[in-house]
């Protein structure tokens, strides 16, 4: 863990970090995850870098950024040549293992096996917070306490970062789902379920998305403001300026 960073508790012991068991921890992780990026057609890795261009402008030399679910390190790789801090955590620890091979090795990445809504860091520790590539709906995780810790994370001043697909991605993404189940990464797709944003496999797998409302509807909740922005007719943040 990063020193400075860590959360205090009470006791002699640390908390537990425990990887909770999900379908992208279990199956879709190091390896097998970074193929669902290099078979990805090219509109796709357009709208991937589009994601990362957005959150990059976002970024400076005085940054202090953590990333929620880095995978194997794509975002990862880019950022750490731009901030003064990155931190990746993640629930798989293959995909950890795979980032220390991925990206160039640089005294301002860490990375920690953690579950996002429950991190070992102090309150206002980061500049930015950013959990991007639908990570809101992939986690499966409680949506309004993956916020609220995100915001906690994050100094009054600083920025949380959550994308979903726009509506208009709806015929790349599928496109790009149906190539990861040709070659066996998900399951195969259910096409009578499939729609309206949600694309399920017949292996039990479900992607859904988030919309604009559905982000301001979370936000609210937590008394946050969110600015929401589509980038590139492809992806949909949902920008908060933590008070």
Known sequence: MVRGLARRHRGSHPPQL???PSYYTDRLSAERLRACYDLAPPGTKAYLQAEIDFVLQKTSSSTAVIELGCGYGGVLRQLVSRART???????LRSLRMVAE???RSESLHLAAMDATHMGFRDRAFDLT?????GISAFGTDQRELLAEAARVTRPGG???FSSYSERFWAERL?????????GLIGEIDDRATGNGVIVCKDGFR???MDAEAFRSLAAVLGLAPNIIEVDGSSLFCEIAVP
Do not use: P, Y
């Open 18 to 20: 425990v990887a909770m």
């Open 86 to 92: 990155v931190v990746g955590i993640d629930t798989s």
């Open 102 to 104: 991925f990206v160039s």
């Open 130 to 134: 950013i959990c991007i590539q639908n």
């Open 159 to 161: 920025l949380v970062l």
């Open 175 to 183: 496109k790009w789902f149906e190539i990861q189940a040709e070659h």
């Open 207 to 209: 992607a859904t998305t």
